[in-house]
């Protein structure tokens, strides 16, 4: 199995509720950041060799045909060099609204990981998800207006890094109909998955805050 379907948009763009609905279309088991932490005696050596620039995609997507959010997001070049034939999802939104979102989420706790406000038992695992971020163009320190730079500078380099025909630029709340038409599917009855606000981050990180 390889990947077929790997999503390039940044945390707080809407890349939980992709991965839900790319399950929901019978495409995954979805890789997301979230895998890392279920599995994290297997994947976060892996993720640790690719920022340390050996990264094993066959290892670390093994029985995922579909990727989105980081740590995945900060490797689209390697990626597309790796699977050139794959379909590529850039999720984004308004520069402003990210930036207030990520600011109080992401980037908030890699702020207090730095100063002792998470768990020794997944400080490595705060580490490796640093070093993605910052790989991707958000180091710590930036302000809002810096904030806002990077993540147009990234949709970007997304942009000039895969082909148009086999990028879709997605905001998630456009729903179902585009994704599907991408990704030659048909239309669920159903909602589109609408999940991952501020408050339900804080939750599912919760046990890694001191």
């Not at 890349?15 to 979230?34: F, Q």
């Not at 400080?123 to 730079?149: N, Y």
């Not at 082909?163 to 599907?180: F, H, N």
Request: proline letters at 8%; one cysteine or more.
């Amino acid at each position: 199995m390889s990947l077929k379907v790997i999503g390039t948009g940044v945390g707080r763009t809407g890349t939980y509720s992709l991965k839900l609905a790319i399950n929901e279309l019978g495409l995954g088991p979805c890789h997301h950041m979230e895998e890392v932490l279920i599995h994290m005696p297997e994947q976060l050596p892996l993720w640790q060799d690719a920022v340390a620039g050996n990264p094993n995609f066959g290892a670390i997507y093994d029985g995922y045909p579909a990727a989105v959010d980081w740590p995945t997001a900060g490797f689209h070049r390697e990626l597309f060099a790796a699977y050139p034939d794959a379909k590529f999802i850039l999720t984004h939104r308004d520069p402003e609204r990210w930036a207030d979102s990520f600011g109080a989420t992401i980037y908030k706790l890699c702020a207090m990981s730095e100063t002792g406000g998470v768990i020794s038992e997944m400080q490595p695992w705060m580490a490796m998800a640093m070093a993605v971020i910052a790989k991707t163009g958000f180091p710590l320190g930036l302000d809002r207006d810096g904030l806002c730079a990077a993540f147009e500078a990234h949709m970007v380099a997304v942009k000039a890094t895969i082909p148009a025909s086999q990028l879709l630029v997605y905001e998630v709340k456009e729903g179902w109909e585009p994704l599907c038409a991408f990704l030659g599917v048909p239309v669920p009855d159903g909602p589109f998955p609408n999940t991952n606000n501020r408050g339900e981050f804080w939750d599912k990180v919760a046990p890694a805050v001191a």
